[in-house]
Structures are given as C-alpha cells and as structure tokens.
C-alpha cells in the first residue's frame, strides 16, 4: 500500500478521483497543466492512483488557479455540467443505481467523505422540497467559488445522466459573492440562483425527486456500500456529535431559528440528552451556533462588496441588523461597519 493511503487524521483530505476530471481538462495544455501541478505540489505519480489523497486546500487553490490560468470563472460549473457518474467511482455507481433522485441524494449525503473530509453535506425535507448543502467546513478554504459551483453542477448532471435530461433544481443557492455574469450559471443549472447565503445548496421539488425510476439492486448497493464505508474508515472520516449538529447549524441558519429543541428533533433525541453529550464533547449549540456566525460574519464583510449589514443580518439569521451589530461587537469589540477599513 502506497503513503498515500495511510490514515491522515484531521487533516482535510480529496480523493484524486474526484478531481480526475479537473486533470483531464489540462490533456492538451501539458505547459499550463505542468506549471500549476508543480505550484501546488501535484506529482503525476499521485494523480495516477484514483485512491490517492491530497491535501484539500491544496486542491481548492488548484482550482481557483486552473480557471484563472484558462481565463474562464465559470470553468468549474462548466466542468460539473459534463460530469459523469464514474468520474467518482464507486459512490457515483451507487447514485446511479438509486431508484429515486431522493434515494440518490441521501446516498451522496451519507457517503460524500469517501471523496473528501472536512466537507458538510446534508439532505434535508423542509416544507414542501428538500434541501441538499454542500460546504466545506474549514474556513481558512477561501477562496473556494470553484469547487462550489463544480460540485453543485456536477450533482445537477448526475441526476440529469441517471434520471431524467429535462430535470431542474427549485432553486440553487451559493456563499459566494455573485459573478459579473450570474445569467451562464442560470443557463447551467436551468434555475434561479442566489449568491450570498450561509451555505451551497440545492432546493428541489419533493415530486421531482420521489418518482421511482428503477426497481433497486439491493445486492449490487450493498456490496458499494460496503466499500465506500472500507474507504471512510480507512482515513479515520469522524462522525462526532459535534460535526452532526454543526452540519445542521450550516443548513438551517439563515433559512429558521436554530434551537437545541429543534436540533434534538432533527437527530431523534431529546433535548437534554443532545445537550449532556456536547458537553461531554467540550461545546454546545450556542458556542456552535456562534462560531459559525462569526466564521461567516467575516467572510462576507472580508469581500468588500456592498452587501448592508442588514443583509448579513439575514443571512446569519438575526431578527435585526441591530441584534447582529450587537453580537458583533460581543465577538470583536467594534461594529461590523468598522471591519476593513
């Protein structure tokens, strides 16, 4: 067995099988393609082994390098829209074979740290759709617009290759500020998309996504499920409390109060019971909630776009710009409106 695939702790980790497509797009630009895997400590040895992992800040940079270095910001969402199922091996032939698009997501959700770690994904009902989120935990990853647009795209192409071609989102959400050209991203993912939210989603229609397509081969999952779960254990993917109800965190602030009552539902506990054991872990839903507030709070007022603070607000899920103004301060020592200046 190869370095590579020793156990790499919490280190934020990417198969190179799911950047295999990335690779390829640089086939006939051997000069570009050369000088960008030498910036980023990309051996082709490495690439050549789909099981191979990397650094994923090294990865994101990568990516943000290759669309300047092609002289195209839209060139993740153009590759995820070419996406094919054995781009990511074995857990795109369990998408695949799910008889629903729901099915299919709920697959990606539970399984996504085969691919890579430090990642949040969730496949939630809410009302009449669910939600799929995507989004990188670590929030020293920044810039990240790429891989955010390739990987909601390419999620969009799965089910259009596996399901049915005419299919389109509600709704596409991204964290990132919006482009000079919002509408090519409109054209891709054939939906209204929104910039500047708390996390990457994609919010479908509950009866696009129940129909059944295929009857499911139990067997055939199983066996993928089981190798997918060998690939996450082998890189020691944690699945703490902690990480759980962060990733609930993600997806709901902004869009309904986040509350230990409602977070305890959600996980199939009660209350007091999801409160004990985030002690034990040394945190709770406040100091969580709070963390994530800040690390998005200073994101968006890092950008220095002309979003109100009013806009943040919302996007945090404060009442008010002045009740986050309030807690701002409680964080820093100033107003919102002095940071940057």
Known sequence: MKDVHRRTGNVAFIRVAAITP???QFDKRQEKARVLLARHRLSQSLLDDPYAVIPLQRFIAFFEDAAEALED????AKLGSAFKPADIGPLGMLFSLSPTIKDAFERIAKFVNSLQNSTSSNFVEDGETFVWTYRIADQSIWPRRQDAEYSLAASCQLVRSNFS???????VHFEHDAPADAEILRRIFRAPVLFRQSSN???MRTDDITRVYRSDNKELASILERHIADLIEETEVGQSLTSKVTALIEHYVGRRPVTIGFLA????????T???QLEREGTSVRSLTQTYRQQLAANLLATGKKTSISEIAE??????????GRAFKTWTGHAPSRTGK
């Open 73 to 76: 910001p839209y060139f993740g």
């Open 22 to 24: 990335l690779i390829h």
């Open 315 to 324: 996007t945090l899920g404060y009442a008010d710009s002045a009740v986050f």
């Open 201 to 203: 989603r994609i919010i």
């Open 274 to 276: 999801l409160q004990r």
């Open 165 to 171: 071609s005419a299919w389109k989102p509600e709704e």
């Open 265 to 272: 539902e959600e996980l199939g506990m009660n209350a007091r």
